[in-house]
């Protein structure tokens, strides 16, 4: 069975710039989360969806967004890019009603 | 509100030497506790996982972890660490609430291994 996946892997943006990651679950799981690592916070949780519904979110600004289709891909968008925003984002899948959730590779964004 | 702590932020072994890490985590009600491990560039793995029942739960790749509710802690253990185990290692807390559930994470220990 196929992993999570995510595209892209990697980004550069400038600044002021937006930027779209998107993550497929592995099939069957239908909750999606989204992770922000950085080197001096971590891992912080930012959202999760669930039958695209968000189900609750992190302590992160607006910019930061997300959405959830039907055949349970999730997207998040990130608009008026800061500096701060450069990190590692991963996305997780699990199945519902269970607690392990699976990870992708990563999207590794730089905001120059 | 979990927490979770990983007091070491980076360990050296030799390989073949045993290796535990530790984690030590806060939380209300029952834990599902977790460890990943993550090479550099790399998403993370899970390694194992505690829900209920036996304390002392067995990984993926000769780990095992033991769950002390009385030490809050759940600590990770392989009795003989190879070159390819040198990687970051997350200690993890799982917590439901209001239909949602999320993970939250130690900080990370960075483990180099001596050939």
């Known amino acids: 069975k196929a992993g999570v996946t995510q595209t892209p892997r990697y980004l550069i943006k400038t600044r002021g710039q937006q930027v779209t990651l998107s993550c497929s679950p592995i099939?069957?799981?239908?909750?999606v989360s989204w992770y922000q690592q950085t080197p001096g916070q971590g891992l912080q949780f930012l959202f999760e969806y669930f039958s695209e519904t968000q189900r609750n979110k992190g302590n992160f600004p607006g910019r930061f967004s997300g959405r959830q289709f039907s055949n349970s891909r999730s997207e998040m968008n990130v608009s008026t890019l800061e500096l701060g925003d450069s990190a590692l984002y991963l996305c997780?899948?699990?199945?519902?009603?269970?607690?392990?959730?699976?990870f992708g590779p990563g999207t590794r964004l730089l905001v120059l | 509100a979990q927490s979770v702590t990983q007091p070491d932020i980076h360990i050296t072994v030799s390989e073949g030497a045993s290796l535990e890490l530790r984690c030590n985590y806060s939380?209300?009600?029952?834990?599902?506790l977790f460890w990943y491990v993550q090479s550099p560039g790399q998403g993370l793995q899970l390694l194992l996982k505690y829900f209920s029942g036996d304390t002392l739960v067995q990984g993926i790749k000769g780990f095992e972890a033991e769950f002390k509710r009385s030490q809050s802690s759940f600590n990770l253990r392989k009795p003989s660490v190879h070159w390819s185990d040198a990687a970051e290692y997350f200690c993890?807390?799982?917590?439901?609430?209001?239909?949602?559930?999320?993970?939250?994470f130690g900080k990370g220990t960075k483990l180099s291994v001596i050939p």
């Open positions: 997780a899948s699990r199945r519902a009603g269970l607690e392990t959730q699976y």
């Open positions: 099939s069957g799981h239908r909750s």
């Open positions: 993890a807390v799982g917590s439901s609430g209001a239909g949602s559930y999320q993970l939250t």
């Open positions: 939380y209300g009600a029952t834990p599902y």
